[in-house]
């Protein structure tokens, strides 16, 4: 799976993930919108729960090599017929004592862009779940 | 938690639509089959077990994530020399 266009998500979509994401229980509908404008960073909020968010990212910024395989069943479920319905995104977490900010390339969350119902896959490979990002700020 | 005893190829249902089947034993390993509707999704316990550790890092951290990348950009490379 290689990197599409996304839109720039300045307003919030509403995202169902039909199996849930793992550590937000019960929750199916996600709504993701940028930080701010033309930010490389999005939060995905659950619409049912109760603020319960994560910041997510587009990992191709960070390591333009990641070339993650999304298994036959995963795309069966997603209905991805097509790959360039196919948006991924990573999770972001920071460790505020070691200063370092993290993306998961092992667990991307995918998203059928046409059908807007998204996954959480886990791929096989040895991809890390804590690759180390760096930013900066004006 | 409920025990059963099952042979290869002999199932167990789990509600309605989750069939569970024993494929084939092996030593002390167990290959095992899971038809679940598409809302369910199945993983290796210590696979799952990651996953929502990591979003739940991620998750309990969201909010200073949040203040820390409000105007942050990926760091470009820096000129090669």
Known sequence: MTETEVPNLEEAVVLQFPAGIPGFPGMRRFALQALVEDSAFQLLDSVDGDGVSM????????????SPEIDDEDQDELRLDRPEDAI????????????NLYINLRGPL????????????????????????????? | MLVLTRRTGQSIMIGNDVKV?????RNDQVRIGVDAPRRVQVHREEIYEQIAR??????????????????????????AS
């Open chain 1, 55 to 66: 910041v997510v990212t587009r990992p191709w910024l960070f390591f333009p090599d990641y």
């Open chain 1, 88 to 99: 991924l995104f990573c999770p972001v977490s920071i460790d505020r004592d070691a200063g």
């Open chain 1, 110 to 138: 995918v998203v059928n862009a046409r059908t807007r119902e998204g996954r959480q896959v886990v791929l096989d490979d040895d991809l890390p779940l804590r690759a180390v990002i760096e930013v900066e700020t004006d």
């Open chain 2, 21 to 25: 089947t024993v494929l084939e034993i």
């Open chain 2, 54 to 79: 990591e979003n739940a890092a991620a998750i309990r951290e969201a909010r200073s994530t949040t203040e820390a990348l409000r105007r942050a950009r990926p760091r470009q490379e820096p000129p």
